[in-house]
């Protein structure tokens, strides 16, 4: 693996949650992602099932875990790929049980070959049977997923019994972070900030939007990370404006302001950030108007956030603050506010969620109904998109709840407009 061994104790705590609340007698099984077709005889890079690693710290494909709490001794088991030399030879080497072992805490491992003669049995004998389907409301596929699948099979085969889908259980307890992966979230945001760091003295006009994206994935790589968390948002002049704008194919323009939204990803873990600057190195009197509008948004909402609220409460204050900067930017009037539409005047400059919960996925588990606890790790972004004026601005960092306040895991990032025009021009 790429990053630092993870202590397995970090799995071994994720599991005893998650098995904590499940009612006495149940057994739960999870399958490792799929690996997806790519074309030919190629797949899509690999990226292990989050609630998989989550109480696994296994990345190889074709893995199972059961939990179970009909037994007293055994709690866990995992089933992994059994090592054979001629898909050795292609492949490379696959983990040993032992291996997997020293990753999971997971004593009992077999091979998947048993899964399905061990699983009857314990069953048999449980009450209460869960799968682990993804639940994400936003996530619209036609796949058939192997744990949807098995959710259906075991409804089918086992009508005298319970049989529920494990993943509110599990974004339960994944929505407040353990110190470890609090650590990890942190050396995701530092190899965010080297990169932003590299990339400003590489700015010019004439240079395409990608090869700014080549300057960041080498610095992601060149430090252990996965790579990219999400699809890197690289636009320059209009394009800032398209909020999920990823072609990344156009030429730096004099006089544009570049808008990058990226993040590292290590082991597994995301970090998420948003800066804006000028592609000559220079902001004009206007894209100041603009940049220190979103900052004080910014920096009024981060100074928010803390236990006790939610994400829809600042929400509020965000659309606010927002309106207040648009009528002094000049884009509303009093009498756009007053005049009652579908959607409240400012929707028009901005049209998206001011935060949403970071972890092991970018949009991590979650709802913004939920009151923030410490431990919880949220983005904050507040922005303004006027395709009048060619200007988005978007700023952005990863924010960590803390006992009583939060603390900013990008806060060694610069923002402030004259720091970043100092990096660009020295
Ligand atoms: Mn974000």
């Not at 873990?269 to 940049?291: H, I, L």
Request: hydrophobic content about 35%; aromatic content about 10%; proline content about 4%.
């Amino acid at each position: 693996m790429r990053y630092n061994a993870i202590p397995s104790n970090l799995f071994v705590k994720n599991r005893k949650k998650v098995l904590e609340k499940l009612p006495a007698c149940s057994s739960a099984v999870l399958f490792s992602n799929p690996q997806m077709p790519k074309n030919g005889d190629e797949f899509h890079p690999y990226r292990q099932s989050s609630d998989f690693f989550y109480l696994t710290g296994i990345c190889q494909e074709k893995s199972i875990l059961v939990l179970t709490n009909t037994d007293k001794e055994t709690q866990a088991i995992l089933f992994i790929l059994e090592q054979k030399p001629e898909l050795e030879q292609w492949e490379g080497r696959k983990l040993t049980n032992a291996e997997a072992t020293e990753i999971s805490g997971i004593y009992e491992v077999h091979f998947i070959e048993e899964f399905d003669s061990i699983w009857n049995e314990l069953a048999l004998k449980s009450d209460h049977l869960f799968f682990c389907q993804n639940l994400n409301p936003r996530l619209k596929t036609d796949l058939l997923l192997p744990d949807k699948l098995f959710g259906d099979e075991l409804a089918r085969k086992w009508q005298n019994k319970d049989v529920q889908c494990l993943a509110g259980i599990i974004s339960e307890c994944r929505i407040v972070k353990e110190p470890e992966e609090i650590a990890l979230i942190q050396t995701a945001s530092n190899i965010t900030r080297e990169a932003f760091l590299e990339i400003l003295p590489h700015i010019k006009t004439g240079i395409h939007e990608y090869e700014i994206e080549a300057i960041m994935t080498s610095v992601f790589l060149r430090n252990g990370a996965n790579g990219h968390a999400f699809e890197p948002i690289i636009s320059n002049g209009r394009n800032t404006c398209y909020l999920h704008y990823i072609k990344n194919d156009q030429l730096l323009q004099d006089g544009n302001l570049v808008l990058m939204d990226f993040g590292a990803e290590y082991a597994n873990y995301a970090s998420d950030c948003t800066r804006v600057f000028p592609v000559n190195g220079r902001f004009t009197k206007r894209q100041k108007e603009f940049y220190n509008a979103v900052l004080r948004v910014f920096k009024e909402i981060r100074s928010t956030i803390r236990p006790g609220i939610t994400i829809n409460d600042y929400q509020k204050t965000t659309c606010q603050l927002i309106q207040e900067e648009l009528l002094t930017l000049g884009l509303l009037t009093q009498n756009d506010i007053q005049t009652r539409g579908d959607k409240p005047a400012y929707f028009k400059y901005f049209m998206h969620g001011i935060s949403h919960f970071i972890g092991l996925d970018t949009h991590d588990v979650g709802e913004k109904t939920e009151i923030l606890r410490p431990g919880m790790v949220v983005s904050c972004e507040p922005g303004i998109y006027c395709f009048e004026e060619n200007t988005g601005i978007r700023l952005e960092d990863t924010i960590l709840v803390t006992e009583d306040d939060s603390y900013d895991f990008m806060e060694t990032l610069p923002i402030e407009l004259e720091e970043i025009e100092e990096l660009m021009n020295c």
